[in-house]
């Protein structure tokens, strides 16, 4: 019988190390509470927004959260990147400079910032970033209105401001920029719009250019993947800069890892299950349980169902795996 995952109910502001497309291993630093963001994405695997803002505040206390993450660097378990992401746009914590500063002091390990790029017109947002290794913004369009259709921004947000934003704090920062580009079917894919956008970029100068899709459960079912042609085709367009990304394979996987695994898909095959019903289980944090329901989804392990308006998870009847 397969044991379930071991509960971590001690970390409220960090989560993994996950491995990461993009960031090896990586140690998530989650600062702001679920789900307060300046978008409302439609491709965005952690649902609707509760509280669409763009006003700075300190979400969450600092002291804690290095205390958290202090500890779990002691721990001496393998990490690539500490990257803060999570719950919402981490650059809406108004201290989240003081933080970079702060691990700085305390490691070597490189900081990443997961960020949808929307507040980068700030001058204080780019004062912030200065410090961290990488920053990875999204943008997805050049056009205001295909940014509305699939942001469902603040009001106040305009895509050329924050264009803008992108270019002033490439003027400013010595780290690396890793743009990622998200394409959704028939949405943003088409040839004239990517013309446009590699305008944008190139203005920007991006260190690398991320292209994705939708490859997770998305907050709307109308929110396809291109195929891996278009992918391919686009690619050729942003030039040698451009990468598509794809999943993180680590050379070894941790017994922890499969052991997390194996157990969240015990859980599922007792009964279905949403991501929230797994978390107050496991004690792990949402992001994390998506890592490896996305695994399940792809070996056809699993599947996701819809039920009075929430997303559930359920074993696939047949499977062999």
């Not at 979400?59 to 290095?66: N, S």
């Not at 794809?246 to 052991?259: C, G, L, Q, R």
């Not at 929230?276 to 399940?296: F, P, R, S």
Request: aromatic residues 6%; positive net charge.
């Amino acid at each position: 019988m397969v044991k379930p995952p071991r509960k971590k109910s001690s970390s409220k502001y960090t989560y993994g190390p996950v491995p990461s497309r993009r960031l090896g291993h990586s140690l998530g630093i989650d600062i702001i509470p679920h789900k307060n963001c300046s978008f409302d994405c439609i491709y965005c695997q952690l649902g609707k927004t509760i509280n669409k803002t763009v006003v700075r505040e300190e979400y969450a206390p600092v002291e804690p959260i290095l205390d958290e993450v202090r500890t779990v660097l002691k721990s001496k378990v393998q990490i690539d990147y500490l990257t803060f992401s999570g719950s919402g746009e981490p650059t809406l914590h108004k201290r989240i400079g003081y933080l970079i500063n702060e691990l700085k002091k305390t490691t070597e390990i490189p900081i990443a910032v997961l960020t949808n790029g929307s507040l980068l017109y700030m001058p204080d947002v780019r004062n912030d970033l200065r410090n961290a290794d990488v920053v990875v913004p999204t943008l997805c369009t050049a056009d205001q209105k295909v940014f509305q259709k699939i942001h469902r921004n603040h009001a106040s947000l305009d895509i050329h401001k924050i264009i803008e934003g992108y270019i002033e704090f490439r003027m400013i920062y010595k780290g690396k920029i890793w743009l990622e580009v998200m394409l959704i079917k028939g949405i943003n894919d088409g040839t004239d719009q990517i013309n446009e956008l590699k305008i944008v970029i190139d203005r920007i100068i991006p260190d690398k250019i991320h292209l994705n899709t939708v490859v997770r459960p998305p907050s709307e079912e109308y929110a396809h993947p291109v195929s891996q042609e278009t992918l391919q085709n686009i690619r050729r367009i942003l030039g040698e800069k451009c990468e598509i990304v794809v999943d993180f394979k680590p050379k070894t996987i941790a017994a922890e890892y499969t052991d997390q695994l194996n157990g969240i898909a015990a859980i599922i095959a007792r009964r279905p299950i949403t991501i929230d019903d797994l978390a107050k289980i496991t004690g792990l944090h949402k992001n994390e349980i998506l890592k490896y329901i996305q695994v399940l989804l792809k070996k056809d392990v699993i599947e996701k169902s819809r039920h009075d308006q929430k997303e559930y998870y359920r074993t696939l009847r047949g499977s062999d795996d």
